[in-house]
């Protein structure tokens, strides 16, 4: 059984930067995030392998979003720039221990944090 733990998650102005953090309580094998704007499904944003040498990202956050993670904190990171008003959302981490490497649907998953928001002002 592994908990997540997620933060970095306020309020920054349209084209600046945030970092998200999601500390795992256990070992895992790939690891994403997932974000939910109001009236939306819940939606891939990006993933990385159990190791950190692969990552996938949705097209409408390639360039802009950076994932990543230290595997000696059990900890993923979601580094994110050039942030625009369509980017405000509830934004989950998801861990797998059954995938090695990323997988970009939610029902690939077994573990996700309790969500942190994200609101980006035009």
């Known amino acids: 059984q592994v908990q997540l733990v997620e933060s970095g998650g306020g309020l920054v102005q349209a084209g600046g930067s945030l970092r998200l953090s999601c500390a795992a309580s256990g070992r895992t094998f790939s690891m994403g995030w997932f974000r939910q704007a109001p009236g939306k499904e819940r939606g891939f944003v990006g993933g990385?392998?159990?190791?950190?040498?692969?990552?996938s990202y949705a097209d409408s956050v390639k360039g802009r979003f950076t994932i990543s993670r230290d595997n000696a904190k059990n900890t993923v990171y979601l580094q994110m720039s050039s942030l625009k008003p369509e980017d405000t959302a509830v934004y989950y981490c998801?861990?797998?221990?059954?995938?090695?490497?990323?997988?970009?649907?939610?029902?690939?998953?077994?573990?996700w944090g309790q969500g942190t928001q994200v609101t980006v002002s035009s």
């Open positions: 990385i392998n159990w190791n950190g040498y692969s990552t």
């Open positions: 998801a861990a797998s221990k059954t995938y090695y490497t990323p997988r970009r649907e939610s029902n690939q998953y077994d573990y």
